[in-house]
């Protein structure tokens, strides 16, 4: 199975991009741009249940992993990757590096760790909810006053798309644990709901390069998009 991507860009250089859940490939739309002028490919993709990827109730962190790597070995095979994951595409982030190398990975928003065990039915029906609230681009605007106009309507087109019971699919199976390796960038909105200070502090004992984003939206780019940027140097500081 070959996921749905988008692309802008060229180059031997591959930046992936990896969304959180219910968003889409189109949730970086606003990052691709100083990325490809930067020199670089880049490939947002579709994680499986989003956007126009296919449905897949029974996937796993690993199993979503290997057909990301079986994605990109498709469409940019050969290439220098470097990935950029948020939350939950972060995890899987960390996931694909451990079956291909990428060159620098940067993790937005996610300490790569979530439990398992949830009822896969029960929490679909969460998201559900969830994902009806999201298909109104203004109920977004309402409760993310920072998003743009172009942001709500991307968001909302994600949640018409997302699939509850894929995404569920993936807290139902077992824990998930992926320690950030080092030189890795973990960018974090301070305070996160996500990150923990002391999970934060772990990181950089272990080598993890910590930028912080002072009140900044779990979506870290889209409520300070020039501090984003300015945190990934290693993607956007020159070639």
Known sequence: MLL??????????????????????????????????????VIAVDLP???????????????VADVVVETLVSCAPGA?????????????????????PVTVAAYV??????????????????YEVDRRRRTDPAWLRRTRPFYSATD??????????????????????????????????????????????KDAAQAASRGVLVRDIADAAHSVWYSHFDEFCAALPEFLGGN
């Open 4 to 41: 749905n991507t988008i692309e802008a860009g060229a180059g031997d250089r591959v930046v992936l991009l990896l969304h959180g859940m219910m968003g889409s490939a189109e949730s970086w739309w606003r990052v691709m741009s100083p990325l490809a002028a930067n020199g670089n490919r």
């Open 49 to 63: 249940g989003h956007g126009l990827s296919p449905r897949d109730e029974r996937c796993t962190v690993a199993s």
């Open 80 to 100: 220098s990757v470097r990935g950029i994951g948020h939350s939950y595409g972060g995890t899987v982030l960390a996931a694909v590096a451990e079956r291909m």
């Open 109 to 126: 928003d996610t300490a790569c760790a979530f439990t398992g065990g949830a009822d896969q039915r029960a929490l679909a029906a969460e």
């Open 152 to 197: 709500a309507v991307v968001e909302s087109r994600a949640a018409e798309r997302f699939d509850p019971m894929t995404a569920a699919s993936i807290s139902a199976g077992g824990d998930v644990a992926h320690e950030l390796e080092p030189g890795s960038i973990l960018v974090r909105a301070r305070p996160s709901g996500f990150v923990s200070d």
